[in-house]
Antibody, heavy 117, light 106 residues
Framework: QVQLQESGPGLVKPSETLSLTCTVS????????WSWIRQPPGKGLEWIGY???????RDNPSLRGRVTLSLDTSSNQFSLRLSSVTAADTALYHC???????????WGQGSLVTVSS | DIQMTQSPSSLSASVGDGVTITCQAS??????LNWYQQKPGKAPKLLIY???NLETGVPPRFSGSGSGTDFTFTISSLQPEDFATYFC?????????FGLGTKLEI
């Protein structure tokens, strides 16, 4: 059974960079697409971006180029970096594995990140 | 971006009832529409992919239909474990976008 677990600081200061890692167990990060999705308190879900082990990445234009995605096959993890954060980036951040196409077959429970000084 | 309009935002029902949730896309997304269930503190769970395909292991009381811009998700006979939040997601065009969710309550 594939399991995903997000980890990272729960508090980030404004203008700094948010960093999260998703550790995958029960399966390999190879040959799949992996996404990050977030949900601000009281709001809907927002797709952040995806990465494939081929190196292909795409991210949401709404985040204005602040997103960096990476994947480490040796540690079976993938990561998100979001730069120049503001309070609007406060959210529950989920990682997820894609199915054969654009559905999100497996999700992590989420990691709450608060942006505050 | 494609906007996903999901309704209702909340729904009260009883065990044994049938319920229907709809999602409308702002543009044609063919059948690239998925449905998820989320319970508090838990990871979202994929129920239906490509509008009408039941994910492995999901009970057949869950079903989905539609194509183009209008989609429907139905639970035929509610069980106690079905009280949760449900949301749709389109992947017809990047960025992927989601409906705001439907909270199904007793």
């Amino acid at each position: 059974q594939v399991q995903l677990q997000e980890s990272g600081p729960g508090l980030v200061k404004p203008s700094e960079t948010l960093s999260l890692t998703c550790t995958v167990s029960g399966g390999s990060v190879n040959s799949y697409y992996w996404s990050w999705i977030r949900q601000p308190p009281g709001k809907g879900l927002e797709w952040i971006g995806y990465i494939h082990d081929s190196g292909r990445t795409r991210d949401n234009p709404s985040l204005r180029g602040r997103v960096t995605l990476s994947l480490d096959t040796s540690s079976n993890q993938f990561s998100l970096r979001l730069s120049s954060v503001t309070a609007a980036d406060t959210a529950l951040y989920h990682c997820a594995r894609h199915g054969a196409r654009g559905w999100l077959e497996h999700w992590g429970q989420g990691s709450l990140v608060t942006v505050s000084s | 971006d494609i906007q996903m309009t999901q309704s209702p935002s909340s729904l009260s029902a009883s065990v044994g009832d049938g319920v229907t949730i709809t999602c409308q896309a702002s543009q044609d997304i063919s059948n690239y529409l998925n449905w998820y269930q989320q319970k508090p503190g838990k990871a979202p769970k994929l129920l239906i992919y490509d509008a009408s395909n039941l994910e492995t292991g999901v009970p057949p009381r869950f079903s989905g239909s539609g194509s183009g811009t209008d989609f429907t998700f139905t639970i035929s006979s509610l069980q106690p474990e079905d009280f949760a939040t449900y949301f749709c997601q389109q992947y017809g065009q990047l960025p992927y976008t989601f409906g705001l969710g439907t909270k199904l309550e007793i």
